[in-house]
């Protein structure tokens, strides 16, 4: 069965600290990962995705993610956390022909000023 | 670009009626939309696929009576929660892509903000 998992309920991060979301997958086939941040009572916002060429992908809001094919990861980063960066994160792969996404349980990053 | 609009955004309604959630593309055309639901502090769970102009594809578990999906644009998908009952009561998400891609596995979902359902 495929999967996407996100070992981290919490992650706790002093504003202007760098910031690591970790996310694993089990996957048949190729990967194709995304990240999404969800604010409270909102819908999600697309951060960016992996698809394949390089394994650092750049995408909004100063976000980065790290492919690594031998380790199954996809780990969100950015250099320097913001106060507003505080919110719920997704990882999640598209699993299927229909475009259906596999999500993560998703990772509550607090960050404190 | 890439937005994704929900209408109402929260609605209160009494046991026994229905209710119509909207979800819109605003500006690009959506070959497939996703329905969610979120309980607090969890995951999304996928109710439904629905590509324009066919029947929806349920999940397991999902009542698609319960839960009627109509697709009828390549802008617009609603979802009606017949004969809600408070256990219906939920947080609501809609999602859109379009096919540009290599596969649909590829393709990018756009979100909704979400509709807050509380049934009394």
């Not at chain 1, 996100?6 to 996310?23: H, I, R, S």
């Not at chain 1, 031998?70 to 505080?86: E, R």
């Not at chain 2, 819109?24 to 995951?43: E, G, I």
Request: proline share 5%; charged share 15%.
């Amino acid at each position: 069965a495929q999967s996407v998992a996100q070992p981290e309920d919490q992650v706790n991060v002093a504003e202007g600290n760098p910031l690591t979301v970790k996310c694993t997958y089990s996957v048949s086939g190729n990967p194709y990962l995304f990240w999404y941040v969800q604010y409270p009572n909102r819908g999600l916002q697309f951060l960016l995705k992996y698809i394949t060429g390089d394994n650092l992908v750049k995408g909004s809001y100063g976000f980065e993610a790290e492919f690594n094919k031998s380790q199954t990861s996809f780990h969100l980063k950015k250099p320097s956390a913001l106060v507003s960066d505080s919110a719920l994160y997704f990882c999640a792969h598209g699993s299927s022909n229909t475009g259906k996404l596999i999500f993560g349980q998703g990772t509550t990053l607090q960050v404190k000023p | 670009g890439a937005v994704v609009s929900q209408h109402p955004s929260w609605v209160i309604c009494k046991s026994g009626t229905s209710v119509k959630i909207e979800c819109r593309s605003l500006d690009f055309q959506a070959t497939t939309m996703f329905w969610y639901r979120q309980f607090p502090k969890q995951s999304l769970m996928l109710m439904a696929t629905s590509n324009e102009g066919s029947k929806a594809t349920y999940e397991q578990g999902v009542e698609k009576d319960k839960f009627l999906i109509n697709h009828a644009s390549l802008t617009l998908s609603t979802l009606t929660v017949t004969s809600a009952h408070p256990e219906d009561s939920s947080f609501y998400i809609c999602s859109a892509s379009s096919t540009g891609g290599p596969s649909r596995r590829t393709d990018t979902q756009y979100f909704g903000p979400g509709t807050r359902l509380t049934v009394l």
